[in-house]
């Protein structure tokens, strides 16, 4: 750890010990190997894609997704079709990104391009004021994150009562 030398250690103040952070020993001019580094790191990668691989294998496996309950996700489908003024956040977050990703079983780039097709239409109907590719990105991450489900259209209305009512009266 590095620390600002005569800089106060506050940790140091509350427990009564000397908090001025001294000079122990001067840098001797060599850089530190970044190899210690770089197996934790690589470890990390690894633990994340079985992490990954497992969700994807629990999702393609899992019953509930199957084509035959797609039918109450119809509205879904009229939605990607269907630009909207407003409440295109709340709609990529609860609703087309864990559509396409658990029940379509789109992969990330997949749905990140059929997410932006689709904002860029709303974007036609009046400009979008957040940056596309950060806000689907990290949808993504948190539906593959957190196994997020798609919202029924039923649960909308108490979610989000007004994107509710929009999408009631334009499907």
């Known amino acids: 750890m590095l620390r600002i030398p005569f ?13 001025e952070v001294k000079i122990i020993r001067k840098w001797n001019g060599k850089r530190a190997s970044i190899k210690y580094l770089i197996n934790n790191f690589y470890a990390h990668l690894k633990n994340e894609k079985l992490k990954e691989e497992e969700w994807k294998n629990s ?19 009229l939605l990607l079709q269907t630009p909207l003024e407003d409440f295109r956040k709340n709609a990529v977050s609860l609703i087309l990104v864990p559509y396409l990703i658990t029940v379509k079983k789109f992969g990330i780039e997949q749905t990140l391009e059929q997410v932006k097709l689709w904002l860029n239409k709303c974007d036609n109907l009046r400009k979008l004021d957040f940056r596309i590719d950060y806000k689907v990105k990290s949808d993504i991450n948190y539906v593959i994150r957190n196994k997020r489900k798609p919202l029924k259209f039923a649960n909308l209305k108490t979610r989000s009562p007004k994107l509710y ?6 499907l």
């Open 7 to 19: 800089t106060l250690n506050s940790k140091c103040l509350e427990s009564g010990i000397d908090p």
């Open 59 to 77: 999702v393609h496996s899992n019953s509930s997704y199957t084509n035959s309950n797609n039918a109450c996700y119809k509205w879904i489908e």
């Open 165 to 170: 009512n929009l999408l009631k009266n334009k």
